[in-house]
Every structure is written in structure tokens, then in C-alpha cells.
């Protein structure tokens, strides 16, 4: 089976990652990473959350086979999204709505 590439995720200034880090605070996380690892399952249910909300917060289980780091840099990579934080066993993933973004950006001064 041939998958096509995924283009790299996009890198935001650090004016618009405060930002989102305080969108993300009073998040629960809506996925979690357990003894199974980063699975294509998880991804793609990542990437429907994604898709739903934008801005999401993912929990690492302490029985997950990945440091906190590597799960959240290979789930960044596996949707195509950008790793916002990583704070604890958690961590804030962003991705834009291709049609119809529900974040907009604070204007600058």
C-alpha cells in the first residue's frame, strides 16, 4: 500500500503560539496515547479531531512505549499539524481548517 507524502506542517510565530497556548489551557484532552503507541487508528482519529476543532489536547499514559516527546513530535508529523506545547504527560496539537478556520488570529499592533 502506497500512502502519499504529507506536506510538512506549518511553523507559526511565536506571537501566534502564546496564543494558542492560551486557547489551549483550560482544554481536557480528548485523546490519550497508551501501551499501544502512536497507531495509524489513533492518527486518524486525531485527524478528525483536528478537523473538528482545531486546536486539541492529547494525553501521554504513563504505559505508552513513547517518551512524552517522541509521541507528540510523531503524532505532529502523522496529521500533518503543529506541536504547540508540551507541558507534562500532555500536549496541544494545531491544525488550521483548510475551509472554514473557527481560530482567528489576535491583530497585531
Known sequence: MTTKPKPP???????????LRALGHHLQPVLSVGKEGITEGLAAETERALIAHELIKVKVQQEAPLDRHEA????????????????????????????????HWPKAR
Open 9 to 19: 506542517a506549518i511553523t507559526y510565530p511565536g506571537r501566534v503560539l502564546r496564543y
Open 72 to 103: 507528540a513530535a510523531e503524532l505532529a508529523a502523522a496529521t500533518t499539524s503543529t506541536l504547540v506545547q508540551t507541558l507534562g504527560r500532555t500536549f496541544l496539537l494545531y491544525k488550521r481548517h483548510p475551509k472554514e478556520p473557527k481560530i
